[in-house]
């Protein structure tokens, strides 16, 4: 295995030289940078990167922690944050939790012992006790957290404006003429839920609409919450004539639902989601939606963590950054006389 030394006597340059382009903090020429390159690509050199971590105390590498790896929403947010990371120079490596606070839990341990500098995270649904996040941010390990956000945490944060765009969604719903529209929300626990059934309630109180308690079924951000949730709204004597699901993988379920019910969307009930899946050219009709700039939450979030290693981030408040969700209306959200051509 090459050594340090032996780059910079085929480069013809000192070790120190070598040493300032690998870490790129000193600036070098550019006829000695392609030396030390080409020495470098010619002899197979692999710095130590364990051993340089020990003497900088820094690793170069970010964690990533989120609830859901099948979501294609999370995805895309690793993504963006991977790219942002691999622009400055740092690795990034992620987690999934299965939304369960104990394997985050021990997740952000596997990570602080692991080193890194510092942890973007998207919260487990359920999670409570918050300890582990603190202990992490205590130990000098920064967090940002993306898409959700705990009420008790004060950090950095990166999300949509949750509130606007539901409010947006039901709008649209009661333009199209809809006075009983029911919502499947996420687990009420987490701010990004309870912001989404907020956008809702304002938007039909709005509109002088009653906010029906039957109208409202508590989901989990996953498909077998929206599977159940819409059948308790579906197999209601007076059912919704309209429903608002609060993300895309609880309308999978829903969809599912519908099928096995036998009832047509949108002749018989109108769909509309928070979160404009991937997949959502194949169903017919196809699905209004709330899209989210997941990739942009990613990248955001990264820019804002390796600000905050680097220096360049002001201490003091944390800052939290909303980005704007755009409303996608299509066939499944339209009234009746466009439904009935539909069908």
């Known amino acids: 295995m090459a050594t340090i030394k032996e780059v910079a006597k085929r480069a013809?340059?000192?070790?120190g030289t070598v040493s300032n382009v690998l870490s790129g903090a000193i600036r070098v020429s550019p006829l000695l940078m392609e030396r030390v390159c080409k020495a470098i690509r010619e002899l197979d050199y692999h710095p130590n990167h364990v051993a340089r971590s020990?003497?900088?105390?820094?690793?170069?590498?970010?964690?990533?922690?989120?609830?859901?790896?099948?979501?294609?929403?999370?995805?895309?947010?690793?993504?963006?944050?991977?790219?942002?990371?691999?622009?400055?120079?740092?690795?990034?490596v992620t987690f999934n939790t299965d939304d369960q606070t104990e394997r985050e839990k021990q997740v952000l341990s596997v990570?602080?012992?692991?080193?890194?500098?510092?942890?973007?995270?998207?919260?487990?649904h359920d999670t409570t006790d918050i300890s582990h996040?603190?202990?992490?941010?205590?130990?000098?390990?920064?967090?940002?957290?993306?898409?959700?956000?705990?009420?008790?945490?004060?950090?950095?944060?990166?999300?949509?404006d949750n509130i606007k765009g539901s409010q947006t969604c039901v709008r649209h719903l009661i333009s199209m003429g809809h006075?009983?529209?029911?919502?499947?929300?996420?687990?009420?626990?987490?701010?990004?839920?309870?912001?989404?059934?907020?956008?809702?309630?304002?938007?039909?109180?709005?509109?002088?609409?009653?906010?029906?308690p039957e109208m409202i079924k508590e989901g989990n951000f996953r498909t077998e919450g929206g599977y159940l949730g819409a059948k308790e709204l579906l197999l209601q004597r007076d059912r919704p004539s309209a429903l608002f699901v609060s993300n895309g993988m609880m309308t999978l379920g829903v969809l599912k639902a519908?099928?096995?019910?036998?009832?047509?969307?949108?002749?018989d009930i109108a769909l509309a989601t928070?979160?404009?899946?991937?997949?959502?050219?194949?169903?017919?009709?196809?699905?209004?939606?709330?899209?989210?700039?997941a990739y942009a939450i990613g990248c955001r979030g990264?820019?804002?963590?390796?600000?905050?290693?680097?220096?360049?981030?002001?201490?003091?408040?944390?800052?939290?950054?909303?980005?704007?969700?755009?409303?996608?209306?299509?066939e499944s959200s339209l009234g009746n006389r466009m439904a009935t051509a539909l069908s």
Do not use: W
């Not at 687990?187 to 990004?192: K, R, V």
């Not at 991937?278 to 899209?291: E, N, Q, S, W, Y």
């Open 179 to 212: 006075r009983r529209i029911a919502i499947i929300t996420g687990a009420m626990g987490l701010g990004t839920a309870r912001d989404r059934f907020r956008g809702y309630k304002m938007a039909l109180e709005e509109a002088k609409l009653k906010v029906d």
């Open 111 to 124: 990570l602080r012992s692991r080193r890194v500098d510092g942890v973007l995270l998207a919260i487990a």
């Open 54 to 92: 020990l003497k900088i105390k820094q690793t170069k590498m970010l964690g990533m922690v989120i609830p859901d790896i099948t979501n294609p929403f999370f995805p895309q947010i690793v993504r963006g944050a991977e790219d942002a990371a691999l622009k400055n120079g740092y690795l990034l």
């Open 274 to 293: 928070f979160d404009d899946l991937a997949v959502a050219d194949v169903f017919r009709p196809h699905l209004t939606a709330v899209a989210q700039p």
């Open 133 to 160: 996040v603190t202990d992490m941010i205590g130990a000098g390990i920064p967090v940002v957290c993306l898409d959700r956000i705990h009420g008790k945490l004060k950090v950095d944060s990166v999300t949509v």
């Open 302 to 330: 990264a820019e804002i963590l390796i600000e905050k290693l680097e220096g360049r981030l002001p201490g003091g408040k944390s800052l939290r950054v909303l980005l704007d969700p755009e409303l996608k209306i299509r």
């Open 258 to 267: 519908l099928e096995e019910i036998g009832l047509c969307c949108p002749r």
């Open 12 to 15: 013809n340059v000192s070790v």
